[in-house]
């Protein structure tokens, strides 16, 4: 048997060639397994791509968390200059070039380096470091900038406006765009192995992905926006829910009736995230019913903590691991799903109490410095716990949420948002310098506290309307792509094409919604 594939040499992974080592082809073109030299179907061999994964390194996973930030920051800086020149450059037809601008710098980054530029990940941040800081000191050092004396410490006094904390909001956006990315580009061969939900235990890009979905949306929750009245929460997080209850079922049902392969140790046989989410809101607001939300570090440390013991003793652990039984019970057949969702309502609470931080009222810009200080002090500590739990306990684990999980998700959660808000400090400074107004940062140093055209035709502000509606149609565009594409034979230019004519179909969409001002609510 020889091995084949249609996967161009020069862009395979190291963990891409560990994958394909496994899969070989006969005399007459069908793929086998090697342990049972069985023909496999694609159904099987689709299932067999996104299993058995270790992940990555930590360290990865940071780096490429950079992206996102430096990304907006250069958005911002070429708004600037944009800016500056609008008396003699004027784009023809702002609202689609606003979005191609957008779709090129915010996304299309994103997209090349977590496929083909995934090997050289390191060479695209310092690129993106050096030209952010190249524009970033010819915008404040311009004959166009404004001069005046002490301008730092002016700048550190001035008032600020925002009608929601700026890198809440861009956090969740862009949590919600790298979402959307990975669940379809995983199906890729050019997608590295090591950035895939791993199988038991490892630290994989979109095992980040799942938990920094529960903590940043755990940001703005009622709880955290000091709105107290607990039997109200509770209700309308009841009712909020439906939603996504729906979703989890059609997605069960789509993938039943189809017979899409299910790789059943993720969830379960008939659990998947949606129902996750749907969940951990519900049980979050129950226990907010009981104990008041200032309360949100300790019942998170009490909730991973007492989870974790109950892992460590002989049973839990061998059942969510060995057990083959999937017909006994709901809990036999889904106890991936069911058993998660304690870990992933300690990370919803710990959301909380950082929303709770990061809403405090706050109108100066130098009141901001040290909340982006104790953002980053409070990751460092908790990668140190991090650290000692996986030599003195066990490994991260998506698959059981486990403690070094809960505590890796909120460490890298906070280094992301801190990084997001150093960008949009700069962004505000040299817009203030610029004297831009509110362009192009979300925050407003204006008296006025107006937004301009370019903030209005922002993707962020079009994702950030529509998060929910956002999530869903990537969702469904993922499974019409998978129904008529053959993604595990695609070379990497066709993929890549894939990719970016899916994401650009999904950001096109929310931005046609956000210029028309409609606000999708199902509830």
């Known amino acids: 048997m020889q091995l084949t594939t249609n996967v161009p040499v020069g862009f395979l992974s190291h963990d891409e060639d560990v994958w394909l080592e496994l899969l ?4 007459s073109g069908d793929w086998k397994d090697p342990g049972t030299d069985e023909v496999m179907s694609q159904w099987d061999l689709k299932e067999a791509f996104v299993s058995n994964l270790n992940g990555t390194t930590l360290q990865e996973v940071a780096l490429g968390s950079l992206i996102g930030p430096l990304c907006y920051l250069l ?8 800016y500056r020149a609008k008396g003699t450059l004027v784009f023809p037809h702002p609202q689609i070039s606003h979005l191609l601008l957008d779709f090129s710098v915010l996304t299309l980054p994103i997209v090349l380096a977590s496929t083909v530029l995934s090997s050289v990940l390191l060479h695209v941040t310092v690129g993106l470091v050096a030209v952010s800081a190249g524009l970033c000191c010819y915008v404040n050092s311009s004959p166009c900038a404004r001069r005046r004396p002490n301008a730092l410490g002016a700048f550190l006094q001035s008032h600020v406006k925002f009608r929601q904390v700026p890198f809440v909001t861009l956090s969740r956006v862009f949590v919600n765009v790298i979402t959307a990315i990975s669940i379809l580009a995983v199906d890729f061969p050019v997608f590295p192995r090591r950035y895939a939900k791993t199988e038991t235990y490892g630290t994989g890009v979109m095992d980040f992905g799942v938990g920094a979905y529960v903590f940043v949306n755990a940001l703005v929750c009622p709880e955290a926006r000091r709105r107290d009245n607990s039997g109200s929460n509770l209700t309308k997080q009841l009712v909020s829910v439906w939603p996504l209850v729906a979703l989890g079922i059609l997605r069960l049902a789509s993938i039943k009736m189809t017979g899409y392969p299910e790789h059943v140790t993720e969830y379960g046989l008939h659990w998947n995230f949606f129902f996750t989410l749907a969940t951990v809101r519900v049980a979050a607001s129950l226990v907010f019913a009981v104990f008041p939300a200032g309360w949100s570090w300790a019942l998170a440390v009490l909730i991973s903590g007492s989870y974790q013991l109950a892992l460590e003793y002989p049973g839990l652990k061998d059942f969510l691991f060995h057990s083959t039984d999937r017909q006994s019970s709901f809990i036999h057949a889904n106890r991936e799903g ?3 969702v304690l870990g992933y309502v300690a ?3 710990a959301g909380v109490q950082v929303g709770l931080f990061l809403m405090q009222p706050r109108s100066r810009v130098g009141q901001w410095l040290p909340v982006i200080v104790k953002l980053l002090l409070g990751s460092l500590v908790l990668y140190v716990a991090l650290c000692l739990c996986q030599n003195l306990l066990e490994p991260v684990s998506r698959r059981l949420a486990n403690l070094p999980f809960c505590i890796w998700t909120v460490a890298q959660s906070l280094l992301f948002i801190s990084c997001l808000a150093m960008a949009d400090g700069v962004l505000l400074f040299s817009a203030w310098t610029s004297d831009c107004g509110p362009l192009p940062s979300s925050w407003s140093s ?3 506290g107006k937004t301009c055209d370019e903030a209005e035709h922002c993707l962020v502000q079009a994702v950030n309307r529509n998060q929910l509606l956002f999530f869903l149609v990537a969702n469904v565009l993922t499974g019409l792509t998978n129904s008529v594409v053959d993604t595990l034979s695609c070379s990497s230019v066709c993929s890549l094409c894939v990719l970016l004519i ?9 931005h046609v919604f956000h210029l028309c001002r409609i606000t999708v609510k199902f509830w």
């Open 24 to 27: 070989f082809k006969d005399k």
């Open 347 to 349: 990370i919803y609470m």
């Open 502 to 510: 899916y994401i650009f179909t999904t950001c096109s969409v929310i």
């Open 75 to 82: 958005r911002g800086l070429i708004l600037i200059l944009y």
């Open 338 to 340: 069911v058993f998660s």
């Open 446 to 448: 204006g008296a006025s």
